[in-house]
């Protein structure tokens, strides 16, 4: 490990209350951490300002406690406005960035879209050498290069990051950063030197490590992902859908210990529920990692 990125991180959008799929996600983050020696950092990523709540940020904390998980670091991405900008600096003077004046209707006219139906920017808006300010965005010039890497639990992976997704955004009209590049400057600046989230993510992963190695960072963290708990109909457990809340099932009476018990049973790890402590939920998914 390199004692410059000795954390992992669990990093939840305060865009509504955590649920089921988020305690196994956070379970991967602690099994991973001890298994591989690193430290937990917890990450409030409410970069959607038009989505986060106050009320799901406090709520994160509190429910993650009542859980049972303690972590070492905190931070919280609205309060990264300087560190974002001196990134963007970064990459302005590298002339790896533009300004893009498409409207979200031309956008999905003119450009294809991808597996996970984004879309894959073809860089219309490159050479047109707008200025950046209001209702522009701001896009990353792609290199169009074969990126590989070994995911610590699916295997190696190839992905050209300019054929996947283009030149993606790293700020959006409204002034808003974007996911993509927040995390990445966080993980570099945080220390992040290990990053464990679900597989609907996967496909992120080539666009990081080469905007990861454009701001500066020598050596890309390791990946991992997990896969998502299914809802009775298959389909993955999502906020915006109606998973029940953490927040909500505790309401309702249920303990921690029943909670994480059903969780590992629903992911497979035991073949009954039963109550455990967060402690043998993680020492249960860190046997089961590989
Ligand atoms: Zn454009």
């Known amino acids: 490990m390199n004692p410059d990125f000795p954390f ?3 990093a939840p959008s305060p865009t509504g209350y955590l649920h089921r799929g988020h305690v196994l996600s956070a379970l991967y983050v602690y099994a991973a951490a001890e298994k591989f020696g690193y430290r937990v950092r917890l990450r409030i990523e409410d970069h959607d300002q038009s989505r986060a709540r106050k009320a799901y940020i406090d709520a994160i904390r509190e429910d993650l406690e009542w859980l049972g998980f303690t972590w070492e670091a905190e931070s919280i991405q609205s309060s990264h406005t300087e560190r974002y900008e001196r990134f963007l600096e970064v990459l302005q ?3 790896l960035i533009y300004a893009c004046n498409c409207s979200r209707k031309f956008t999905f006219e003119t450009n294809p879209t991808n597996a996970d139906g984004e879309i894959i920017y073809q860089g219309h808006c490159q050479n047109l050498g707008l200025s950046y300010g209001k209702d522009h ?3 990353f010039k792609t ?4 990126v590989t890497w070994e995911d610590l639990r699916l295997g190696t992976f190839t992905e050209n990051p300019k054929e996947f997704c283009g030149d993606f955004a790293l700020k959006d009209r409204i002034g808003q950063w974007t996911y993509q590049f927040a995390v990445v400057a966080d993980d570099f600046e945080e220390g992040v030197g290990l990053v464990v989230r679900g597989e609907d993510l996967k496909h992120s992963t080539s666009r990081q490590i080469v905007l990861a190695e454009a701001l500066g960072r020598k050596e890309p963290p390791l990946f991992l992902h997990h896969p998502l708990i299914a809802d009775p109909f298959g389909k993955k457990l999502s906020k915006r859908e109606h998973a029940a809340s953490i927040r909500g099932e505790r309401e309702l009476g249920i303990s921690p210990e029943a909670l994480l018990g059903e969780v590992c049973a629903k992911a497979g790890f035991i073949p009954k529920a039963e ?3 967060v402690n043998d939920s993680i020492q249960l998914v860190k046997n089961r990692l590989f």
């Open 8 to 10: 992992t991180r669990f």
């Open 93 to 95: 003077k590298k002339d």
């Open 137 to 139: 965005a701001v896009r």
């Open 143 to 146: 290199p169009n290069v074969s």
């Open 275 to 277: 109550p455990l402590s």
